[in-house]
Nanobody, 123 residues
Framework: VQLQASGGGLVQAGDSLRLSCAASACPFSQSAMGWFRQAPGKEREFVAAISRSGGATSTADSVKGRFTISRDNAKNTVYLQMNSLKPDDTAVYYC?????????????????WGQGTQVTVSS
């Protein structure tokens, strides 16, 4: 299974970014997907997750109302739309996949990880 995250960059507070994560060599439509982030000196934290059908999602309280996760199973891609970005959102963002139906928030329950994409938000 290969996950390729992209779309990160340097933006100003209040701007938007859309991250993409393309999956290959896996049954994408059978995989629940998640986004996590890790800032320097901090543990990896949950951002958002989506069920394999896209019918169920979960979003961390810290980004609720600003970030939206979605997926396109025809394109084997999961997205993270990030609006109203804040300096505290600065981190490396990782996508992850797990076999299974339900949405989970613990990184330990994900089987595959992408390489990460840097998001930097300046004030």
């Amino acid at each position: 299974v290969q996950l390729q995250a992209s779309g990160g960059g340097l933006v100003q507070a209040g701007d938007s970014l859309r991250l993409s994560c393309a999956a290959s060599a896996c049954p994408f439509s059978q995989s629940a997907m998640g986004w996590f982030r890790q800032a320097p000196g901090k543990e990896r934290e949950f951002v958002a997750a989506i069920s394999r059908s896209g019918g169920a999602t979960s979003t961390a309280d810290s980004v609720k109302g600003r970030f939206t996760i979605s997926r396109d199973n025809a394109k084997n891609t999961v997205y993270l739309q990030m609006n109203s970005l804040k300096p505290d959102d600065t981190a490396v963002y990782y996508c992850a996949a797990r076999a299974g139906l339900v949405v989970v928030t613990s990184p330990r329950q994900y089987d595959y990880w992408g390489q990460g994409t840097q998001v930097t938000v300046s004030s």
